[in-house]
Nanobody, 123 residues
Framework: QVQLVESGGGLVQSGGSLRLSCAAS????????MRWYRQAPGKERELVAA???????NYADSVKGRFTISRDNAKNTVYLQMNSLKPEDTAVYSC?????????????????WGQGTQVTVSS
């Protein structure tokens, strides 16, 4: 009913930049919070950045000042601009969104995940 499709990952040298996109489609009444997570091999999944429908933003301390999250509500898309990348940023990045959908007589909210995109930063 709802799909999140990510794009923009790849291989970049240390100090470089990448821009990730995550587009939501399907039965969407409204999109509430949107988040980017990452998981490196052997490590737990980490919340990188989050943005609410009202535009409130939070970042993990490890990416503050280097990453910028934004959203285009008209396109149902969230972005993650990643600058000054470091080898320790290497991970699979996944988007997550809390989305309200319409049912016959009501609406309901559910959380959805994208498939993940690999970001590799070489030293």
């Amino acid at each position: 009913q709802v799909q999140l499709v990510e794009s923009g990952g790849g291989l970049v040298q240390s100090g470089g930049s990448l821009r990730l996109s995550c587009a939501a489609s399907g039965n969407i009444f409204s999109i509430n919070s949107m988040r980017w997570y990452r998981q490196a091999p052997g490590k737990e999944r980490e919340l990188v950045a989050a943005i609410t429908s009202g535009g409130s933003i939070n970042y993990a301390d490890s990416v503050k000042g280097r990453f910028t999250i934004s959203r285009d509500n008209a396109k149902n898309t969230v972005y993650l601009q990643m600058n000054s990348l470091k080898p320790e940023d290497t991970a699979v990045y996944s988007c997550n969104a809390a989305i309200t959908s319409k049912a016959v007589w009501t609406t309901y909210e559910a959380t959805y995940w994208g498939q993940g995109t690999q970001v590799t930063v070489s030293s």
